[in-house]
């Protein structure tokens, strides 16, 4: 008859040890935790692995920027491949999930920012409004985790260019018109989905919107996207559209002192910035002040420009002023539809009771 395990043999002894000495001291460092298909293939008797193929006409791989020699090349799960591209408060790279096969895109908060509690907040926003809007215009958020102490999540990786790009490689503003306005027009659902959920995006430019190999459109990079708070036009809005039948987002930020952007600064792209947003009145943002945004889009779409032209100083310097009389007098010549013209011209209104209330209504 086999005899019970003695609780004081030197192996019960040892496992007591290491748990004692883990619940006092933390975690100590070890190699890297399995992944799930490594610990099902007991069970499997192998390594299980779906690859399937990529399309004929599937867009061409992004360069990579080589991993630094400190960086790690694992975050969990996910092996890291190289980097895709660089922000104010994070960097992306191209990561390889081993248990489902699938290429993501990794993004870290900047080494020197993990120390700064409103950086790691407004990260951690990030990703949770990105995690919440589940919209096929919306790139989704798989996963959230720490890799050495730093923040970090996956999303899916869109292959295609971007509309800036498409829209210069065109040989006049009136070449694929067409096709152009139905990109927009799938900007503008995506849109009105996050305003329906409470969201504004506050940087939408031809940079931020992808098209992929297939038609597929999606708004990127909602890092600078604020949840709406009640009170002031928030109130406003829900007064004159009545009840969404779609939940709000909640963050960990969401009611919290403090949680709002500084009144006076200016962040975004002033070519496609609303007048509010040039001037820092961070108050006075809303979805109206993406509806600006939506009309600078549909500007350049008909004119090939956006609304102002010039230096930095000289666009941001326009864009507080709402002088739009150089984007009034190329609708006058583009040769498109008078509702076209008269829709870009409300939305790049002065003031943002004369613009559309949402995305939806646009």
């Not at 799960?77 to 922000?87: A, R």
């Not at 960097?91 to 489902?100: E, F, I, N």
């Not at 956006?306 to 007098?329: F, H, I, M, N, W």
Request: hydrophobic share 35%; with cysteine.
């Amino acid at each position: 008859m086999d005899r019970p395990p003695d609780s004081h043999s030197p192996d019960r002894v040892e496992r007591h040890l290491d748990r004692g000495l883990a619940l006092g001291f933390g975690k100590q460092p070890g190699p890297e935790p399995p992944s799930v298909l490594q610990r099902l293939a007991a069970v499997t008797g192998g390594s299980q692995m779906v690859s399937l193929r990529d399309p004929d006409h599937a867009a061409p791989e992004p360069l990579l920027k080589p991993l630094a020699p400190e960086s790690g090349a694992r975050a969990g799960k996910y092996v890291i491949q190289g980097e895709l591209g660089s922000g104010g408060v994070g960097a992306v790279h191209r990561g390889h999930d081993q248990d489902l096969g699938r290429d993501v895109a990794l993004k870290f908060l900047h080494d020197r920012y993990r120390d700064q509690p409103q950086f790691v907040q407004r990260f951690v926003e990030e990703a949770q409004i990105g995690g919440q809007l589940q919209h096929p215009g919306i790139v989704p958020v798989y996963d959230f985790g720490l890799a050495d102490d730093r923040p970090f999540f996956a999303m899916k990786l869109v292959k295609g260019q971007t509309l800036a790009a498409a829209l210069a490689d065109r040989d006049s503003p009136a070449d694929e018109r067409t096709r152009f306005l139905g990109v927009f027009e799938q900007v503008c659902q995506t849109i009105a989905y996050a305003h329906a959920r409470g969201v504004v995006h506050r940087d939408l430019k031809p940079a931020n919107v992808m098209i992929g190999s297939f038609g597929e459109v999606q708004v990127v990079d909602w890092g600078m996207g604020k949840v709406l708070r009640s009170g002031g036009v928030a109130d406003e809005r829900r007064a004159t559209d009545g009840q969404s039948d779609q939940p709000p987002v909640a963050t960990v930020r969401t009611g919290r002192p403090g949680s709002h952007s500084v009144a006076g600064s200016v962040f975004g792209t002033p070519a496609y910035m609303a007048p509010e947003q040039a001037r820092g009145d961070i108050e006075q943002m809303d979805e109206r002040s993406d509806v600006f945004a939506l009309g600078a889009i549909l500007c350049e779409i008909l004119t090939g420009h956006p609304p102002y032209s010039g230096t930095d100083e000289q666009v941001l310097a326009k864009a507080a002023a709402a002088d739009c009389r150089e984007a009034a007098g190329r609708l006058a010549t583009c040769g498109a539809g008078h509702e076209l013209i008269a829709l870009t011209t409300r939305c790049l209104a002065a003031t943002n009771r004369q613009r559309p209330r949402n995305a939806a209504v646009v």
